[in-house]
């Protein structure tokens, strides 16, 4: 079955950095474009950035666009999110998913940014 696992989160200081990782298994992760979302403490699943099956196309929401690059490696069936200049709005829960799929997303990992 599609598993999808993220980690990488933590906590970090405003302007420090963190690379998130995703590791998809269960499917052909080549077939598939990929999707970051994030949900910050009382608020509704937001999306982040998307990527397409090869990687050469990205697209990311205003607020992180910037400053987050998504990124992907098929032979590892691995998916990245370098996210550079965080600030405390970007603490939340980040979600990896198979692209319009957001209900089979991974467990999440926790990503706080705090002084």
């Known amino acids: 079955q599609v598993q999808l696992m993220e980690s990488g989160g933590g906590l970090v200081q405003p302007g420090g950095s963190l690379r998130l990782s995703c590791a998809a298994s269960?499917?052909?992760?080549?077939?598939?474009?990929m999707t970051w979302l994030r949900q910050a403490p009382g608020k509704g699943l937001e999306w982040v950035s998307d990527?397409?099956?090869?990687?050469?196309?990205?697209a990311y929401a205003d607020s992180v666009k910037g400053r987050f690059t998504i990124s992907r490696d098929n032979a590892k069936n691995t998916l990245y999110l370098q996210m550079d200049s965080l600030k405390p709005e970007d603490t939340a829960i980040y979600y990896c998913?198979?692209?319009?799929?957001?209900?089979?997303r991974g467990q999440g990992t926790q990503v706080t940014v705090s002084s």
């Open positions: 998913a198979r692209y319009g799929e957001v209900a089979l």
């Open positions: 269960g499917f052909t992760f080549t077939d598939y474009a």
């Open positions: 990527t397409n099956s090869d990687g050469d196309t990205t």
